[in-house]
């Protein structure tokens, strides 16, 4: 079992920056990958982010060059570095681990942060 609390979101203005943080705790070494989503309303879940252990990352175009994922090395921990925030990136954001075990893939969720940017 894996437990994800997110933390860093709030209200920001068009162009300012955020940091959201992950902290996760449980059987993290079992932890392939971690991922940031967010759902805006009315819209489903999206990608935001996704790094793999050995260092693969993956970012939706739309953030691509203004959000850098990163975590520490032991896997307690995953920030989403967020710069030249717009307003459409309003959106809760979800902290996202996936493990998987000879019993199959498993993804855990935070409880989710409310960005909001206004313009």
């Known amino acids: 079992q894996v437990q994800l609390v997110e933390s860093g979101g709030g209200l920001v203005q068009a162009g300012g920056s955020l940091r959201l943080s992950c902290a996760a705790s449980g059987t993290t070494f079992s932890i392939n990958s971690f991922g940031w989503y967010r759902q805006a309303p009315g819209k489903q879940r999206e990608l935001v982010a996704v790094m793999h252990n050995g260092g693969n990352l993956k970012y939706a175009g739309s953030v691509e060059g203004r959000f850098t994922i990163s975590r520490d090395s032991v896997k307690t921990a995953v920030h989403l570095q967020m710069s030249s925030l717009k307003p459409e990136d309003t959106a809760v954001y979800y902290c996202?681990?996936?493990?998987?075990?000879?019993?199959?893939?498993?993804?855990?969720w935070g409880q989710g942060t409310q960005v909001t940017v206004s313009s």
């Open positions: 996202n681990a996936r493990t998987i075990t000879p019993g199959g893939d498993r993804d855990y």
